[in-house]
């Protein structure tokens, strides 16, 4: 990914994450027709989460950021409007921003890893954002 961490170039992605319209994706979330709708505050609050999972994956292009359930949840609904996830990738990240969804339970060094990548994760949250991400390691299957 096409990315540097000047301050610069963090304002202009955050003007480029601005311009996006997730609001199909908030209405997929509240209107779907499952029996998983979820309720306008939380579509809206994983919704700026998945915007500040954006931020972290722009910033830190080398590292795996695992997301919560939610905010994969929120990823799994963009990448279902292929034309619309392929534009935005390309807007902020300047390439398609791929989701490995797999994850091998039996294997214990890819559990361990998922777990050092997850309170890595926390940690750069937590210094971005001064919250901790919610969620555990072991409901958040996919990685950037």
Same mark, same amino acid.
């Given at each position: ?8 170039? *963090? ?10 319209? /997730?609001?199909?994706?908030? =209405?997929? *979330? ?6 998983? %709708?979820?309720? =306008?505050?939380?579509?809206?609050? %994983?919704?700026?989460? =998945?915007?500040?999972? *954006? ?22 609904? #963009? ?19 791929? #989701? ?11 559990? *361990?890893?998922?777990?050092?990548? /997850? ?6 949250? %937590?210094? #971005? /954002? ?15």
């Amino acid at each position: 990914m096409k990315t540097t961490d000047s301050k610069q170039n *963090l304002m202009e992605f955050a003007q480029r994450l601005d311009s996006i319209d /997730f609001g199909p994706i908030a =209405y997929k *979330l509240i209107h779907t027709e499952e029996a998983q %709708a979820w309720s =306008y505050e939380k579509a809206k609050g %994983a919704i700026a989460q =998945y915007r500040q999972f *954006l931020c972290l994956v722009y910033l830190y292009p080398n590292k795996q950021i695992i997301p919560s359930r939610e905010v994969d949840d929120v990823w799994h609904t #963009h990448i279902l409007d292929t034309a619309k996830y392929r534009e935005d990738c390309d807007l902020l990240f300047g390439d398609y921003l791929d #989701h490995w969804p797999y994850l091998d339970r039996s294997n214990p060094e890819e559990q *361990l890893a998922l777990e050092d990548a /997850f309170a890595e994760t926390q940690r750069l949250w %937590a210094q #971005h /954002f001064n919250v901790y991400q919610y969620g555990t390691p072991e409901k958040n299957e996919g990685k950037s």
